[in-house]
């Protein structure tokens, strides 16, 4: 009889790639490992969720436990795999009974990634969130929440949350004044969730431009917007450390010798991989420090797979690999290999790091190369254009200015990546330039595009179409 396939982590890349091998093949055996409680969540709704947008931990379940058994699906939670044993085809777990070794005939490594806090001193003080998991969502919206009005239950967590920590949180004083460190994804989104609790909010970001990945335009049109919101930005300014009284964060100091107290801190620094399953064996790791696969998701070794934050993918504009921890591209590399373990090779597909973020009504994307040291790094000789269109015919209301930045290749012509800001959807619109980078098109041809027109939904020359126009000129010049 064939060992089981054995998947490690019970999230998006896991949970997709075990749904989809029980459908395909359901008298495979298939057994989930998950260290935690919680499987098959939304993390990108933790701030929405912590602003009070999303009523309840469990809204943002993709399956519930019951749901994935009834898939045919060896759920097994608290259980952590501590090794994988390649040459034996085994790992190592540790359940609440003890630990034991389980023979696989296939493993996927679908760890995913952690937060990096390890950088800021006193991370670990009580108040100090990262904001990873939805049990550290519900001890900040519970940290938020006046005592005389909290309620475990209320939080929507059910048998799943961390009722004991929670619980401390919401036996606190809300804080009056909170700090977030870091200006990404997480800083911006949380920066709206905490604001719309009435805090006096401080974001630190070391660099002097928020969402660097987006460019300075959008940093700029979004560092404005959390203004307007009450937001008190510190850019260029690195924070040292945490402090603490009697355990709980105080306050935190900059490394220019500033201080200011805060009774909450939300670090959100960034993550990496969570590959430490695999550091010891023959299983490669990539230059980023995620497990290096092949187009099927295949590690270096026969038989072991990994996908999502854990692992790295193909970049669609280099063809490089590279690493971008996202929701998509772990849901889609789960899948694909499900399939593939099921008899049917599938590749996991590229990757152009395409994301959107909401500062407000402000809408953020950007997908491709859109750093230009960057881009010279990989080889090209790029070229960058701005614009600024409206978002529909002028005489039809609710247009609102939408910026564009498009880079290209002077050599080829060849479109390389962008980013988008405005208010009216504006997010959506990346997808345009995120499709044209995955058919590998000039800007030309870009510019050429059959884009739908009415005045309630885009200008004749969409925003997207105008970049083109302007960048193509460039090009010839």
């Not at 998950?34 to 709704?45: F, L, N, P, Q």
């Not at 407000?360 to 997908?367: A, K, N």
Request: proline share 6%.
């Amino acid at each position: 009889m064939t060992d089981p396939v054995v998947v490690i982590g019970g999230d998006a890349a896991g949970l997709s790639a075990a749904s989809k091998l029980s459908r395909e093949d359901p008298d495979r055996e298939v057994i989930v490992f998950e260290r935690g409680e919680w499987v098959s969540y939304a993390h990108c709704g933790i701030p929405y969720y912590v602003k009070g947008e999303v009523d309840s931990l469990t809204d943002m379940l993709s399956l519930s436990p019951p749901e994935i058994e009834g898939r045919g699906i060896d759920l097994r939670r608290e259980h952590e795999v501590l090794a994988v044993d390649a040459d034996a085809e085994r790992v190592r777990v540790r359940g609440p009974d003890g630990e034991f070794d389980q023979p696989y005939g296939e493993v996927l490594v679908a760890t995913g990634a952690r937060p990096v806090s390890d950088p800021i001193p006193g991370s670990d003080l009580d108040g100090a969130f990262t904001v990873h998991g939805l049990d550290s969502a519900a001890s900040l919206r519970a940290a938020l929440t006046p005592p005389e009005a909290f309620s475990v239950d209320a939080l929507g967590g059910g048998e799943f949350v961390d009722r004991e920590a929670a619980e401390r949180y919401g036996a606190m004083t809300p804080p009056e004044t909170a700090a977030i460190v870091g200006g990404g994804y997480v800083g911006v989104e949380m920066a709206e969730a905490l604001a719309a609790h009435d805090l006096d909010v401080h974001l630190f970001q070391r660099p002097e431009t928020l969402l660097p990945p987006f460019g300075e335009a959008v940093g700029s049109e979004v560092a404005g917007t959390l203004r307007e919101q009450g937001v008190t930005l510190h850019l260029g300014t690195e924070v040292e450390r945490l402090v603490g009284s009697d355990g709980r964060v105080s306050g935190l100091r900059c490394g220019d010798g500033t201080e200011l107290s805060v009774g909450l801190a939300v670090v959100g620094i960034g993550v990496r991989p969570n590959v430490e399953v695999v550091r010891d064996t023959p299983v490669a790791l990539g230059d980023s420090g995620a497990i290096a696969v092949d187009e099927y998701g295949e590690t270096s070794v026969d038989g072991v797979y990994a996908a999502g934050d854990c692992a790295e993918a193909r970049h669609v504009v280099t063809g490089e690999p590279t690493w971008v921890p996202l929701g998509l591209t772990a849901n889609r590399a789960g899948r694909a290999i499900g399939r593939t373990l099921a008899g049917d090779p599938t590749p996991v597909g590229g990757v152009a790091g395409t994301a959107v973020v909401k500062a407000s009504d402000l809408e953020c994307g950007r997908t491709g190369l859109t750093d230009l040291d960057e881009a010279r790094e990989a080889g090209f000789d790029p070229v960058a254009e701005t614009i600024t269109a409206g978002s529909r015919s002028g005489y039809y209301p609710g247009a609102a200015d939408t910026t564009v930045r498009l880079v290209a290749d002077r050599g080829s012509g060849r479109l390389l990546g962008g980013s988008i800001v405005g208010t009216d959807r504006a997010a959506v619109r990346i997808d345009t330039v995120a499709t044209a980078l995955e058919g590998g098109l000039a800007v030309d041809e870009m510019e050429r595009l059959d884009l739908a027109y009415a005045p309630p939904f885009s200008p004749v020359w969409d925003p997207v179409l105008v970049a083109a126009k302007v960048l193509n000129g460039s090009l010839g010049e």
